[in-house]
């Protein structure tokens, strides 16, 4: 079971990746940049329910 101090980490780790990856995207017209970033964020919805529900514990 995962605990709430690595659901945080992964979700600060995942989040600076994202930040990296729409910079791409946004600024240097990177599409390839776009669909991870797309990724990661879907990568983050299932981190935000898992700190949800060990947050409520």
Same mark, same amino acid.
């Given at each position: 079971?995962? !605990?709430? &101090?690595?659901?945080? *980490?992964?979700?600060?780790?995942? @989040? &600076?990746?994202?930040? $990296?990856?729409?910079?791409? =995207?946004? &600024?240097?017209?990177?599409?390839?940049?776009? @669909?991870?970033? #797309?990724?990661? !964020?879907? &990568?983050?919805?299932?981190?935000? $329910?898992? =700190? #949800? $529900?060990? *947050?409520?514990?």
């Amino acid at each position: 079971m995962e !605990s709430l &101090e690595s659901v945080v *980490s992964a979700i600060a780790a995942k @989040q &600076e990746e994202l930040t $990296k990856e729409i910079t791409k =995207f946004s &600024e240097k017209g990177n599409k390839a940049a776009g @669909q991870r970033a #797309r990724k990661i !964020s879907l &990568e983050l919805e299932k981190l935000y $329910k898992s =700190f #949800r $529900k060990l *947050s409520v514990k």
